[in-house]
Structures are given as C-alpha cells and as structure tokens.
C-alpha cells in the first residue's frame, strides 16, 4: 500500500547526531548576574526599609508592652470610651445565649434553637449581619432583647480561674537563680 505522507508530516529519528557541547560551569559573577536578573533598581533599598520597618515594629511593640491577647481587648491606649459610650446609647445591648439546636441546617430558612440563661428557650432567625455558617450547634451568640434574633457569634467562654493560671511573660533563667 502506498504511503501518502509527507517527510515532513513523518516523524522520523535523525540518524545523523548532533555534537554534544561540553557545559560549561558557571563562575560567581555569572551566578551573581542571575541573581541581580528581575531585581528593580531599587529592590536592595526596598527590602532593607521592609527590614526596618518590621524590626523597629517589633521593638516599639516590646517597649510598649504589646502583646497577643486571649481576651480579644486592644490595648488601653487604642480604647475610645467616648464612642463606645455613644453607641452603647444609640444601640440596645445584646443579650447571652447560647444556640443548641440547629433545625433545618441546609435549606434556605435555617431556625435555631436558644437557650437564654435562667429564663427560656427559643426558635429564632439570624440577622441580617449573621451569615448562617458563622453559628454552629453549642456557641454562644448574641440575642437582642425584643425579637431574639442571632445578631452576632461569640467566643468560648473562658472560666477567670483558667485565665489567671496562664503565663504572661516567661521568667528569666537569671531572675530565677
């Protein structure tokens, strides 16, 4: 049967080989080109600020006393009384409660099961502002007071004995001898 291809539609193997040509290794002002290749003009000048910045942060963070919370509080520096005196005129305060049923979960009406402490259980909606994967079965939330609508999740509660027991500030070896 005759062949219709083309030689240059066949894929074929060169019998001829090509010259293999010895690699060269690369000296350091070649490795310190590449290493400069994509750098900007500036980026030596950027990166050095960048450290600055962050080991001046951390510094002004140690003097200050700064550190992570458990509480969620911002430093007594950063509190504005005034405007959480105005809001809490201007918006009723949330109640506790704690969501222990989840009815409907998947749907597009999801009801939740509250129980308010010492006082009743109800089936309630969420807020506008609450997404319903923000609540799950067991947290607790945030309740107003006239419609008991979920307003907004809330952290585990943590016992004041357990919070004074942790560490603030590891002891030096020094101070301890």
């Not at 539609?9 to 590449?34: P, Q, S, V, Y």
């Not at 129980?115 to 607790?140: C, H, W, Y």
């Not at 004041?160 to 101070?175: H, I």
Request: charged fraction near 35%.
């Amino acid at each position: 049967m005759p062949d219709f291809l083309g030689d240059d539609m066949r894929k074929t193997k060169n019998e001829e080989k090509k010259e293999e040509k010895d690699i060269k290794a690369l000296d350091e002002g070649d490795i310190a080109l590449l290493k400069t290749y994509g750098a900007g003009q500036y980026s030596k000048a950027i990166k050095q600020v960048e450290e600055d910045i962050t080991s001046i942060t951390k510094r002004v963070n140690e003097l200050t006393g700064i550190k992570e919370s458990d509480t969620g509080l911002a430093p007594p520096a950063l509190w504005d009384l005034a405007a959480d005196k105005q809001t809490l005129q201007n918006e009723q305060p949330l109640q506790v409660a704690r969501c222990t049923k989840i009815i409907n979960a998947g749907s597009d009406d999801p009801k939740y099961i509250i129980n308010v402490k010492q006082f009743a259980k109800f089936v309630v909606d969420l807020a506008d502002s609450v997404a319903p994967t923000d609540i799950e079965e067991g947290m607790r939330v945030g309740v107003d007071r006239n419609k008991y609508q979920i307003h907004i999740p809330l952290p585990p509660k943590i016992d004041p004995a357990v919070t004074m027991m942790q560490v603030e500030e590891k002891p030096d070896r020094k101070s301890v001898v």
